[in-house]
């Protein structure tokens, strides 16, 4: 589930702790200690290390990951928040792609429902009134897919297509040879000008 379980037990220093995070080095670890060197020595304000490591600004240890360092650039760090926001409750703006703008109310029901009744409704409060002071500090003006810093991806173009082959005609050339049989039956004479009447007769008619 891509739903961030962190909260703040209260929201009113969060300004102050992202602008005191941005103003200092980056930690080779974000912990309890190194919030209090940032001034902020309350165990209210504790919550912040699990939301930044829901947001994927650090990692389980409290490591700080890209996204950290990115969030110390004053021109885009409201922009990487709001990619953080997005990346850590995922399942929210799948129900609305605007949650970011939402009330209170209405996220802490949504929540509800994408929690499967499992959280309080005193946590519920505190998730959503995170939920909502961090998307009034980030930008979610620019659209998710601009700010990739992608190429779009582009259909390669087919190869040309070979003209169609001629099809190919195979002929044989049979040659045709014609006999005649012919059966001639000669009468019985003696008298020789019949015979060499007949066979000059068929010389005539068949040469």
Avoid at 70 to 83: M, N, P, Q
Wanted: aromatic share 8%.
């Amino acid at each position: 589930m891509a739903l961030s379980n962190a909260y703040l037990l209260q929201v009113k220093n969060l300004p102050q702790i992202l602008q005191a995070i941005r103003q200092a080095q980056a930690p080779e670890r974000f912990t309890h200690k190194f919030l209090e060197a940032l001034g902020f020595k309350s165990t209210n304000d504790r919550g912040i290390i699990g939301v930044l490591k829901a947001l994927g600004f650090t990692d389980e240890s409290g490591n700080p990951k890209q996204p950290y360092f990115d969030y110390l650039d004053d021109e885009r760090h409201e922009t990487v928040l709001a990619e953080g926001i997005r990346r850590a409750y995922a399942d929210l703006f799948k129900l609305n792609s605007k949650a970011n703008e939402m009330e209170a109310p209405w996220v802490k029901n949504k929540l509800k429902t994408l929690t499967q009744g499992t959280k309080g409704d005193a946590v519920l409060t505190k998730m959503a009134a995170t939920f909502v002071a961090l998307c009034k500090l980030a930008d979610f003006s620019t659209p998710e897919v601009a700010r990739r810093d992608t190429k779009p991806d582009v259909a390669p173009e087919p190869p040309p297509s070979a003209p169609p082959e001629e099809p190919v005609v195979h002929t044989k050339q049979h040659r045709f040879a014609l006999a005649y049989n012919i059966h001639i039956e000669l009468p019985a004479v003696r008298d020789q000008a019949v015979y060499d009447a007949i066979f000059k007769s068929l010389r005539s008619n068949l040469l």
